[in-house]
């Protein structure tokens, strides 16, 4: 009798446990189908959006070219409105709101696959080329101004709120003096070399390029990016 009892016991014991496992198992199937699906959506939205971006900078770019078409009818005949349209474009350019042109010098930085580029690396070339005279400076195609940072994070170099793969190349691109060329070039030489028989850098294995180039184009700061920033600023009354 007692046998009995026990094999019922055991019976429904590992029939418990079975329902149990069973019930585990769909739950994490389950489980997968909502990340699974959570995942496509997401991806879809980042397309949604990506997309949605693009037209509105498209619109952006129509409605430029539209308001300098409207400054240039107003301006036509009227030095004064001239003048003001001239000094706002002068600030623009000043504040990195305009694609630019002119001589300037490309730094190329890359390291052994199994590397990871520094951010302390990019920045030495960028401060040095501000101390150099540059007017001008991306990275990666990120318009450099006042409010740029350059970052590490454990796999991405963050520039302008934009991460970048610290496997990649990084390209620095600056528009300085052309009379200033065999200087700006040789003090950027020595420098590399500087960087390259750094200890602490030595295992990275870098390769860095510089390049003279007669016509180098640095792109404009976009609108929307988290460098332009200006929602904290209200101008000083004037005395």
Known sequence: MNNKVLQSFAITLI???????????MKNVNEDKVTENNLEELQYKLIDYANKNA??????????QYISQLENNFAEGNAYIESIINEKER??????LREVKNYGVTIEISCSPESLIRDSVIRT??????????????????????????RATSSSIIINGNGYNRQDK????????????????????TLKKSVLSDATL??????????????????ALSEDSLAFKIDLLSPAATP
């Open 15 to 25: 029939c418990v446990l079975l329902g149990v496992l069973i019930s585990l198992q």
């Open 55 to 64: 037209e509105l900078n498209s619109r952006n770019a129509e409605l430029y």
């Open 91 to 96: 600030i623009a350019i000043f504040a990195g």
């Open 125 to 150: 070339f960028v401060n040095d080329l501000r101390a150099l005279g540059a007017q001008a400076l991306s990275v990666n195609g990120e318009r450099l101004v006042a409010t740029s940072e350059i």
């Open 170 to 189: 990084f390209v620095i691109s600056a528009i300085t003096d052309p009379p200033k060329e065999t200087y700006i070039l040789s003090y950027l030489e």
């Open 202 to 219: 030595r295992n990275d294995q870098y390769d860095i390029r510089i390049t003279a180039v007669k016509e180098l184009t640095i792109p």
